[in-house]
C-alpha cells in the first residue's frame, strides 16, 4: 500500500521524503489504521518488516493532537523493548520519524549500563517519549522519577525476548504502576503462550494482526544448510566468504569464547572481523556496532545478542557457525538479513551431531532445506558410538561369579 493511502499528516510525509519510503509493508498499512482509531492491538510480525515506524507514526501524530501538558516531567509515551541495542536503534528510528513534527518531541533511551543520575537529570527537564528496557525503568520509578500519569501510549516491542529474558515479574510491576487510561500495543515476532497470557493482562478488547506461520522465516531470505565436518567449520568459512564475495556479514556464535577466538582466527588469516557478545560494556558494543554499519570491516561475530534489536542496513548474509538453542532463535537471527525489501542469505552449518537438531528447526519455522557439502571438504566425520559401561560379558566377571567365587574360597 503506497503511504499516501495512509492519510498522514504532512510533517510525517515530509520524513517518509526524506528517508525515500514509498510504501508501507503489510504490518505496516494493517496496523496503522487500527492504532490511530485508538485501540489495542496485539500484533505477530516477523523481524524486519518496519514494526518500528508502524508505532512510532501514530504516537508521533498523536502526541501532536493533544493539548500542552499538564506537568512538564509527565510521559506520552513509553516503549518498552529487551535490549539496549534495540532502545537505541528504536530511539535513532524515531526521532528520524519526528523530524519535522510541528511539536519538539522530546525522547531518551532508559537503559542499564549508562549513568543513571544523567538519566534522572534529563527526566528532570522534560520529556515526552521514553524508550526503556524493564529493569531500568522500573528502578527508575521505585525512585519516583518516572511520571506517567498522562501516559497516552504504551508499546511492548520484541515482547517475546522480554519474556525469554526473564523480565515477566518487572513487566507486571511496571504495569501496576501504569494509568489505567491508556492505549496499549504489543508487537512480537512470535506468539507463545507466555506472550498470549500477558496480552490478556494488560490488553483491553485488543485487535489481533498474525502473520502466516508459512512465511515466518521471510520471502526475501536465501536459506541454505552445509554440512560440514565440526573442525573445518572455519576453513569452510574463510573459503565461502573469499569466493561468494561476502560483504556485510554477522556470523552467530554459542559463546563469548567462540566470538573472540573465532575472530581472531580470522583476522590471522587476513580476514577483518571483530567479536560482539555480553563481555563488552556498553560503549565498547555502541563502537563496535557503528563500525559495523559504517562497514570499517565486514564480519561480526555474535553471540545471540545480535540476534535481536540490531538493524544493519543491507546486510548481505547471516551463517549459523554454531546453530541456535531453538527454532525462534533461529527465526530472530535470520531475520537481520532480508529485511526492508531486500534481499538477504542465511547459511547454517550442520554435522552429524546436530543434523536432528537442525530438522526440530526445520518442523518449526515450516522450511525443508537440502543439505550440501562444500568441494573439498566432503570427508566428514561420523559420530562415535558410545563407548560401553561396566564390565563386558565374557571379558569381566559378573557380581555373581565373584560372590561365587568369594564363597568357594570360604568353604575350602
Do not use: C
Amino acid at each position: 500500500m503506497p503511504f499516501d493511502e495512509l492519510n498522514f499528516p504532512d510533517y510525517l510525509n515530509q520524513a517518509l521524503s526524506k528517508l525515500g519510503f514509498t510504501d508501507a509493508t503489510d504490518i505496516q498499512s494493517k496496523a496503522i489504521p487500527l492504532i490511530k482509531e485508538g485501540k489495542d492491538l496485539l500484533a505477530e510480525s516477523q523481524t524486519g518488516t518496519g514494526k518500528t515506524l508502524a508505532f512510532s507514526f501514530p504516537l508521533i501524530e498523536r502526541i501532536n493532537s493533544l493539548p500542552p501538558k499538564k506537568k512538564k516531567i509527565s510521559i506520552l509515551g513509553l516503549i518498552l523493548v529487551p535490549t539496549r541495542e534495540l532502545a537505541i536503534q528504536v530511539k535513532n528510528a524515531f526521532d528520524s520519524y519526528a523530524e519535522f513534527s510541528l511539536r519538539n518531541i522530546k525522547s531518551t533511551t532508559l537503559i542499564g549500563g549508562e549513568d543513571i543520575d544523567g538519566q534522572i537529570r534529563q527526566l528532570r527537564m522534560g520529556l515526552d517519549v521514553l524508550i526503556a528496557t524493564p529493569g531500568r525503568i522500573i528502578e527508575l520509578i521505585k525512585l519516583g522519577e518516572v511520571r506517567l500519569f498522562e501516559l497516552e501510549m504504551l508499546i511492548l516491542d520484541e515482547a517475546d525476548k522480554m519474556l525469554d529474558l526473564g523480565f515477566a515479574d518487572e513487566l507486571k510491576d511496571l504495569l501496576s504502576a501504569l494509568p489505567k487510561k491508556r492505549q496499549n500495543l504489543l508487537f512480537s515476532a512470535t506468539m507463545p503462550k507466555k506472550v498470549q497470557a500477558l496480552a490478556e493482562d494488560f490488553l483491553n478488547e485488543a485487535e489481533e494482526l498474525r502473520i502466516s506461520r508459512d512465511h515466518i522465516t521471510g520471502d526475501n531470505i536465501e536459506q541454505r544448510l552445509i554440512e560440514v565436518d565440526a573442525n573445518l567449520r572455519r576453513q569452510v568459512l574463510q573459503k565461502l566468504f573469499k569466493e561468494e564475495n561476502w560483504k556485510h556479514t554477522i556470523i552467530f556464535v554459542s559463546s563469548k569464547r567462540s566470538a573472540f577466538n573465532l575472530a581472531n582466527k580470522l583476522k590471522k588469516a587476513g580476514i577483518q572481523a571483530e567479536d560482539f557478545h555480553g563481555d563488552l560494556s556498553q560503549e565498547e558494543r555502541i563502537k563496535v556496532l557503528k563500525r559495523f554499519q559504517n562497514k570499517d570491516f565486514p564480519i561480526l561475530i555474535a553471540t545471540d545478542i545480535a540476534a535481536r534489536g540490531i538493524d544493519i542496513s543491507k546486510l548481505s548474509h547471516v551463517i549459523n557457525y554454531d546453530l541456535p538453542r531453538s527454532p525462534m532463535d533461529y527465526v530472530h537471527r535470520i531475520g537481520r538479513t532480508g529485511r526492508a525489501g531486500k534481499k538477504g542469505v542465511a547459511i547454517s552449518f550442520i554435522n552429524p551431531a546436530t543434523e536432528a537438531q537442525f530438522k526440530t528447526i526445520e518442523k518449526q519455522a515450516g522450511i525443508k532445506l537440502t543439505k550440501k557439502r562444500v568441494d573439498g571438504f566432503e570427508e566428514i566425520t561420523p559420530i562415535e558410538a558410545p563407548k560401553a559401561k561396566g564390565p563386558i560379558k565374557g571379558k569381566r566377571k559378573s557380581k555373581k561369579d565373584k560372590l561365587r567365587e568369594a564363597k568357594q574360597n570360604k568353604s575350602s
